[in-house]
């Protein structure tokens, strides 16, 4: 999947690819996609959940050797 | 989005891993968009006293209640395992060796956040805490109707 900028969450936990995702957020335009490289796999299921909470498009994701990318879309500013 | 959700959460413990899961939560819901505020009452309140410097209590017994319970987030106990500092001290670097923030960080992110960092007046003025014993992130000092005030409008609200 093409996305615009990715973000680095290697060896992080919750809450931390989260936290970092928002504040990455506030520095995309909307309509931009985002990148998030992670292998925690809490992820999986908390990045749909911040979509929902937040509003942003959760586009999709995957994994692969326990690298999981998932791909979110700024849906407003 | 509309007015933004709030979440308030009561931070009653001084133990390392509870106040470390207050904030994992506290910065989370910031994350999520929401308008979070802490109120760290009774042992709490060791978790946002400063590190350095000494604590300016009058009367003998709450000069030495914050001698023996000095409190700062450097000085925080695990609940369980502290084994006379080595369970903690281990706790720690493990948290460090998978690049967890520390307590102090998260005080620091969590500010930076816009989270309200909210110290409980009533456990102040028994436990004899004048506002310069707490760190500069603390936001203000306010009572219960403050704090409920806020939690009745909260869609989460938790005591830790």
Redesign the interface.
């Known amino acids: 999947m093409k996305a615009d900028q990715t973000l680095d969450c290697m060896?992080?936990?919750?809450?931390?690819p989260?936290?970092k995702?928002?504040?990455k957020f506030k520095e995309l335009k909307k309509g931009e996609v985002l990148e998030v490289v992670s292998d925690d796999k809490g992820i999986k299921l908390d990045m749909p959940a911040?979509c929902t909470?937040?509003?942003h498009e959760f586009l999709g994701m995957e994994e692969k050797n326990g690298e999981i990318r998932v791909y979110v879309k700024k849906a407003?500013s | 989005m509309a007015e933004k959700e709030k979440m308030t959460i009561v931070v009653f413990s001084g133990d390392l891993d509870k106040a470390l899961a207050a904030f994992i939560l506290a910065t989370t819901g910031a994350s999520m968009g929401m308008e979070v505020s802490m109120f760290f009452t009774f042992w709490g309140l060791n978790v946002i006293k400063k590190n350095k410097g000494s604590i300016e209590s009058k009367g003998l017994m709450r000069k030495m209640l914050n001698v023996m319970n000095r409190g700062g987030s450097k000085r925080l106990k695990l609940s369980k395992f502290h084994m006379l500092g080595l369970g903690t001290w281990m706790m720690k670097r493990m948290m460090k060796e998978v690049n967890m923030p520390s307590i102090d960080e998260f005080i620091t992110m969590a500010h930076e956040m816009g989270v309200k960092l909210l110290a409980c007046s009533t456990t102040c003025g028994v436990m004899g805490l004048p506002e310069n014993s707490f760190r500069p992130e603390v936001d203000s000092i306010v009572g219960a109707a403050y704090f409920l005030n806020e939690s009745r409008e909260a869609k989460i609200s938790l005591f830790i």
């Open positions: 060896g992080l936990y919750c809450p931390m989260i936290v995702t928002a504040q911040w909470a937040t509003g407003h």
